[in-house]
Nanobody
Framework: QVQLVESGGGLVQPGGSQRLSCAASGARTILSTNVMGWYRQAPGKQREFVAGITRSGVTNYADSVKGRFTISRDNAKDTVYLQMNSLRPEDTAVYFC??????????????WGQGTQVTVSS
């Protein structure tokens, strides 16, 4: 089973930047980590897709973060990153790392990390 561990969350001021990292370990395969991505869940809201990237480097972003967030990955390390710039209070949420075989980006498939809190506030 794939294990995912996120890091890099915390408190940041509006307009600031933050970088999240997620490393995959455990009994994983090329297929199980073919697509890695980030999702988030704000208090009282449903989990939503943020960004995803395939092993070949094809990316996909939610409209709400396009132009502000950048996803990247290091295939040799099975690690995915999320660079978040121009952060807004509405970006406040628990961010979850995800790994799955196919880029369908629904909010329930694949393996999940434990989540890391990102709070954007002055």
């Amino acid at each position: 089973q794939v294990q995912l561990v996120e890091s890099g969350g915390g408190l940041v001021q509006p307009g600031g930047s933050q970088r999240l990292s997620c490393a995959a370990s455990g009994a994983r395969t090329i297929l199980s980590t073919n697509v890695m991505g980030w999702y988030r869940q704000a208090p009282g809201k449903q989990r939503e897709f943020v960004a995803g990237i395939t092993r070949s480097g094809v990316t996909n972003y939610a409209d709400s973060v396009k132009g502000r967030f950048t996803i990247s990955r290091d295939n040799a390390k099975d690690t995915v990153y999320l660079q978040m710039n121009s952060l807004r209070p509405e970006d406040t949420a628990v961010y979850f790392c995800n790994a799955r075989p196919l880029p369908n980006y629904n909010t329930h498939a694949g393996s999940w990390g434990q989540g890391t809190q990102v709070t954007v506030s002055s």
